[in-house]
């Protein structure tokens, strides 16, 4: 194991931000503001935003993008190689995404803004975390670091008009 799997590191800061330009990005070209950056150690293996707007497609989220898109390099990679992954994503992975993840032998996730920042729409298990779901539904568990540079995050929420009033307490 990294130092500083269970921590956030430089790197990580570094590809978080580099995750949320990208987002901002998307935004700014009439895209969904939400990005999912794959790396291995220091090195980004794949960017890329939600598709939607692109595809029509439901499932086109971020992290399944890039999933699909590094399938045949994850299937070549050992369970130990496996472990200098980290999947950065600008909003808390979804139902779908954290399964998906864990599925293809994923172990780091690294998020910005929590689903609960989020309005109803964004919310896609009801009352559940994504520890709850990281517990019971996926293969992992896969060791969850949120709310980095989650003031970013957010404010990308709030440009997408689906940032919550109030945060709830948690
Ligand atoms: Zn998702």
Do not use: W
């Not at 009801?126 to 709310?147: F, H």
């Amino acid at each position: 194991m990294q130092p500083g799997y269970n921590s956030i590191s430089s790197v990580d800061e570094k590809m978080m931000a580099r995750t949320l330009a990208y987002a901002n990005a998307a935004l700014d070209k009439g895209s969904v503001g939400i990005a999912a950056l794959l790396s291995r150690r220091d090195e980004i293996l794949d960017l890329e935003h939600n598709q939607f707007q692109e595809t029509r497609d439901a499932i086109d989220h971020a992290e399944m993008v890039v999933l699909r898109r590094m399938a045949r390099y994850l299937s070549q990679l050992s369970e130990e190689e496996k472990r200098e992954l980290t999947l950065y994503s600008s909003l808390e992975p979804c139902l779908m995404c954290m399964a998906a993840i864990s599925f293809a032998g994923l172990k780091r996730v690294v998020f910005s803004a929590y689903n609960a920042d989020g309005t109803d729409e964004v919310t896609v298990a009801r009352g559940l975390t994504s520890e709850q779901v990281n517990q019971a539904l996926t293969r992992g568990p896969l060791t969850l670091l949120g709310g980095v540079q989650r003031e970013e995050g957010r404010e990308i929420l709030a440009r997408m008009g689906k940032l919550r009033a109030s945060v709830p307490a948690d």
